[in-house]
């Protein structure tokens, strides 16, 4: 299968890309950061040199660069059977005061990132045989399901990622096009950067991609509609 993956240079999508790229996938990978982002592309394609992989650095938080994006995956690709959404960003505040702009930031990357590149790609990919497998997946974050001290604006955005998935499933199920929402807890990511996980307090993203990539192995009649996961101790 052909795997988008956004957010691809790091955690949770840098983990998806190595577990797809193992099992013989061929990958399109977005991110921001160029620097990152073909560092990761060098690392993958010495580990997994039979692998056709290609990655691209975009802004998805900007509607044209989404676009942008869109159009080079349907250039690469025609249409992938899987898109992981995981481009995000975690900015922590209160709504009464976390800085100006806040909300606009991380809704425009947590959200509109999704919505604009989706958007480009799903006429093609609504196209294609409905008797193979297609699966959206929207990593969305236990933050979109309850809110908590000092969430704000991230988790306003989570929870209208959720909204995005939950409105894609519906408007997809006639494309047998499978949609996802993927809830993590805790993950040792750059956002938990220095914290000391010698206990395995939180969870390892590797955890989370192996979560994804069962759901991509089940027949085309089932779909997975949530994924929830929290480290074994719960929430921090």
């Given at each position: 299968?052909?795997?988008?993956?956004?957010?691809?240079?790091?955690?949770?999508?840098?983990?998806?890309?190595?577990?797809?790229?193992?099992?013989?996938?061929?990958?399109?990978?977005?991110?921001?950061?160029?620097?990152?982002?073909?560092?990761?592309?060098?690392?993958?394609?010495?580990?997994?040199?039979?692998?056709?992989?290609?990655?691209?650095?975009?802004?998805?938080?900007?509607?044209?660069?989404?676009?942008?994006?869109?159009?080079?995956?349907?250039?690469?690709?025609?249409?992938?059977?899987?898109?992981?959404n995981n481009a995000g960003i975690f900015a922590p505040g209160n709504v009464t005061d976390e800085p100006d702009g806040n909300l606009e930031m991380q809704m425009a990357t947590n959200l509109y990132s999704a919505?604009?590149?989706?958007?480009?790609?799903?006429?093609?990919?609504?196209?294609?045989?409905?008797?193979?497998?297609?699966?959206?997946?929207?990593?969305?974050?236990?933050?979109?399901?309850?809110?908590?001290?000092?969430?704000?604006?991230?988790?306003?955005s989570k929870f209208a990622l959720h909204g995005f998935s939950q409105n894609l499933r519906e408007e997809l199920k006639p494309h047998h096009i499978k949609v996802t929402s993927v809830f993590p807890g805790a993950?040792?990511?750059?956002?938990?950067?220095?914290?000391?996980?010698?206990?395995?307090?939180?969870?390892?993203?590797?955890?989370?991609?192996?979560?994804?990539?069962?759901?991509?192995?089940?027949?085309?009649?089932?779909?997975?509609?949530?994924?929830?996961?929290?480290?074994?101790?719960?929430?921090?």
């Open positions: 299968m052909k795997v988008l993956i956004t957010g691809a240079s790091r955690g949770i999508g840098k983990a998806l890309a190595e577990i797809f790229a193992a099992n013989g996938h061929s990958l399109l990978l977005i991110s921001k950061n160029e620097v990152s982002l073909y560092k990761t592309l060098e690392e993958l394609c010495t580990k997994f040199p039979e692998t056709t992989i290609n990655a691209k650095a975009f802004d998805l938080s900007l509607k044209e660069e989404a676009i942008k994006a869109g159009n080079w995956v349907l250039d690469k690709f025609d249409a992938p059977e899987i898109i992981i919505y604009h590149l989706n958007r480009a790609i799903l006429p093609a990919m609504i196209k294609q045989n409905k008797t193979i497998n297609r699966h959206i997946f929207n990593i969305c974050s236990i933050a979109s399901l309850k809110a908590y001290k000092n969430g704000g604006a991230y988790s306003i993950v040792m990511t750059d956002s938990w950067s220095g914290f000391d996980n010698r206990d395995n307090r939180i969870m390892e993203a590797s955890d989370v991609a192996k979560m994804i990539y069962t759901a991509t192995q089940l027949s085309p009649a089932a779909c997975v509609e949530d994924i929830v996961m929290r480290p074994v101790l719960g929430d921090l």
